[in-house]
């Protein structure tokens, strides 16, 4: 008798989907997965972009519908939802390290969100960034904007390597 192959658990599917604008990360890594739910063989993944607008949605939905359907999972619904907003906080501490192994600064920790009223500083943050290549611990910004809206490029004085940096939100 032959026995039916297994098929792989969806959760396990779904953390392997690669982001289509940073391919070192899954979206599990950056944070962008909130639930897998099955029901049967129908499963609903609930994702949150890191914007509202972000460009690569359709092709994450594609990407992770995709990789369901041909692990044998069916019908499959991906849902959006931005509430709460996407932090990068979210990104997993290997998610942090892959980006840094890729010369992308990963973003510093944000913290807590106050709810209420939010309290006015007039300090400027911390722009101490770490360079992915050497480890010097003070960088500087060239351009606020990278290839990626959710990057900045900077340059670091010890190495003068330039490299890209992952805003914090």
Do not use: N
Not at 21 to 30: G, N, Y
Not at 63 to 91: E, H, K, M, N
Not at 98 to 103: I, P, R, S, T, V
Not at 129 to 157: D, I, K, N, Q, W
């Amino acid at each position: 008798m032959v026995s039916a192959p297994t098929r792989p658990d969806a959760r396990d599917v779904v953390a392997a989907v690669v982001d289509p604008e940073m391919p070192m990360l899954t979206l599990d890594d950056l944070g962008v997965i909130r639930r897998v739910d099955i029901d049967s063989d129908a499963v609903t993944v609930t994702i949150t972009p890191t914007y509202s607008g972000c460009p690569a949605i359709e092709e994450m939905r594609h990407d992770l519908a995709s990789s369901l359907t041909q692990a044998g999972y069916g019908p499959v619904q991906v849902r959006t939802v931005f509430s709460p907003p996407w932090s990068t906080d979210w990104i997993s501490d290997d998610g942090r390290r892959k980006l840094a192994e890729a010369g992308i600064a990963p973003p510093g920790r944000v913290g807590p969100t106050a709810t209420g009223p939010i309290p006015l500083t007039l300090t400027v943050p911390s722009s101490d960034v770490r360079c992915p290549h050497c480890g010097a611990p003070a960088t500087e910004e060239f351009s606020h904007f990278g290839p990626t809206a959710c990057t900045a490029l900077r340059r670091c004085p010890s190495c003068r390597e330039p490299f890209e940096h992952m805003k914090e939100i």
